[in-house]
Protein backbone atom coordinates (compact mmCIF):
# COMPACT_ATOMS: atom_id res chain seq x y z
CA UNK A 1 0.00 0.00 0.00
CA UNK A 2 1.50 3.21 -0.90
CA UNK A 3 2.37 6.13 1.47
CA UNK A 4 3.33 9.48 1.50
CA UNK A 5 3.45 11.04 4.91
CA UNK A 6 4.39 15.14 5.54
CA UNK A 7 6.02 16.12 8.96
CA UNK A 8 7.57 18.98 9.82
CA UNK A 9 4.95 22.27 9.84
CA UNK A 10 4.22 24.51 11.84
CA UNK A 11 4.52 28.48 12.97
CA UNK A 12 6.94 30.74 12.22
CA UNK A 13 8.12 33.81 12.67
CA UNK A 14 8.74 35.72 9.19
CA UNK A 15 12.76 35.34 7.78
CA UNK A 16 12.45 32.15 9.96
CA UNK A 17 13.23 28.38 8.79
CA UNK A 18 11.54 25.01 8.90
CA UNK A 19 11.89 21.45 7.36
CA UNK A 20 9.88 19.49 5.93
CA UNK A 21 9.94 16.05 5.83
CA UNK A 22 7.87 13.30 3.69
CA UNK A 23 8.44 9.38 4.08
CA UNK A 24 7.15 7.21 1.22
CA UNK A 25 5.90 3.67 2.81
CA UNK A 26 5.48 0.61 -0.01
CA UNK A 27 6.67 2.77 -2.56
CA UNK A 28 10.29 3.34 -4.36
CA UNK A 29 10.63 6.75 -5.96
CA UNK A 30 13.48 6.03 -7.92
CA UNK A 31 12.92 6.61 -11.39
CA UNK A 32 10.04 9.24 -10.46
CA UNK A 33 9.35 12.69 -9.46
CA UNK A 34 8.22 13.52 -5.99
CA UNK A 35 6.54 17.12 -5.74
CA UNK A 36 5.89 19.60 -3.00
CA UNK A 37 3.06 21.79 -3.62
CA UNK A 38 0.63 24.43 -1.46
CA UNK A 39 -2.38 25.55 -1.49
CA UNK A 40 -3.28 28.73 0.81
CA UNK A 41 -7.12 29.60 1.64
CA UNK A 42 -8.86 31.01 -1.61
CA UNK A 43 -5.84 30.19 -3.95
CA UNK A 44 -5.26 27.39 -6.26
CA UNK A 45 -2.89 24.93 -5.38
CA UNK A 46 0.41 25.52 -6.41
CA UNK A 47 3.79 23.88 -7.28
CA UNK A 48 6.51 24.59 -5.27
CA UNK A 49 9.36 22.03 -5.90
CA UNK A 50 10.22 18.73 -7.05
CA UNK A 51 12.96 16.62 -7.51
CA UNK A 52 13.70 13.13 -10.48
CA UNK A 53 15.38 10.58 -8.81
CA UNK A 54 17.91 8.81 -10.88
CA UNK A 55 17.92 5.10 -10.17
CA UNK A 56 21.35 4.73 -9.27
CA UNK A 57 21.60 8.02 -6.84
CA UNK A 58 20.50 11.37 -6.79
CA UNK A 59 18.82 13.50 -9.11
CA UNK A 60 17.57 16.93 -10.74
CA UNK A 61 15.85 19.23 -8.75
CA UNK A 62 13.51 21.97 -9.70
CA UNK A 63 11.95 25.40 -7.91
CA UNK A 64 8.83 27.65 -8.69
CA UNK A 65 10.40 31.19 -9.10
CA UNK A 66 8.54 31.87 -5.84
CA UNK A 67 10.58 29.81 -3.76
CA UNK A 68 14.37 29.84 -5.48
CA UNK A 69 17.07 30.72 -3.74
CA UNK A 70 15.19 30.21 -0.41
CA UNK A 71 13.89 26.63 -0.31
CA UNK A 72 16.14 23.36 -0.92
CA UNK A 73 14.66 19.72 -1.63
CA UNK A 74 16.95 16.73 -0.61
CA UNK A 75 16.58 13.12 0.22
CA UNK A 76 17.97 10.44 2.36
CA UNK A 77 17.46 7.69 0.32
CA UNK A 78 17.85 5.04 3.30
CA UNK A 79 15.28 6.32 4.98
CA UNK A 80 13.16 6.60 1.59
CA UNK A 81 12.44 10.16 2.86
CA UNK A 82 12.08 13.93 0.91
CA UNK A 83 12.89 16.63 2.53
CA UNK A 84 12.41 20.86 1.79
CA UNK A 85 14.19 23.00 3.44
CA UNK A 86 12.48 26.34 3.79
CA UNK A 87 14.04 29.63 4.76
CA UNK A 88 13.72 33.01 4.47
CA UNK A 89 9.97 32.48 4.80
CA UNK A 90 7.62 35.17 4.26
CA UNK A 91 3.73 35.18 5.37
CA UNK A 92 2.92 34.46 1.80
CA UNK A 93 4.33 31.11 2.51
CA UNK A 94 1.81 30.18 4.96
CA UNK A 95 -0.48 27.13 3.30
CA UNK A 96 -1.29 23.61 3.45
CA UNK A 97 2.10 21.64 2.59
CA UNK A 98 1.61 18.47 0.44
CA UNK A 99 4.26 16.26 -1.19
CA UNK A 100 3.04 14.23 -4.53
CA UNK A 101 4.57 11.86 -6.72
CA UNK A 102 4.32 11.34 -10.48
CA UNK A 103 5.67 7.93 -12.16
CA UNK A 104 8.20 8.68 -14.37
CA UNK A 105 10.21 11.59 -14.94
CA UNK A 106 9.40 15.49 -13.84
CA UNK A 107 7.31 16.38 -17.14
CA UNK A 108 5.51 19.25 -16.01
CA UNK A 109 4.00 20.24 -12.09
CA UNK A 110 0.59 20.06 -13.24
CA UNK A 111 -0.91 18.22 -9.70
CA UNK A 112 -3.49 16.42 -11.34
CA UNK A 113 -0.73 14.72 -13.24
CA UNK A 114 0.35 13.34 -9.20
CA UNK A 115 -0.14 9.79 -8.49
CA UNK A 116 0.15 9.60 -5.35
CA UNK A 117 -0.47 12.41 -2.04
CA UNK A 118 0.24 12.85 1.45
CA UNK A 119 -2.50 14.52 3.54
CA UNK A 120 -0.62 17.71 4.28
CA UNK A 121 1.27 19.34 6.58
CA UNK A 122 0.23 23.28 7.73
CA UNK A 123 2.68 25.98 7.49
CA UNK A 124 1.98 29.14 9.29
CA UNK A 125 3.84 32.45 9.10
CA UNK A 126 3.75 35.70 11.01
CA UNK A 127 4.60 39.08 10.74
Known amino acids: QVQLAESGGGSVQAGGSLRLSCVASGYNYRGDCLGWFRQAPGKEREWVAA???????????YYADSVKGRFNISEDNARNSVYLQMNSLNPEDTAMYYC?????????????????WGQGTQVTVST
Open 51 to 61: MYFFYGGGGNT
Open 100 to 116: AARLGPCYDYDHQKFDY
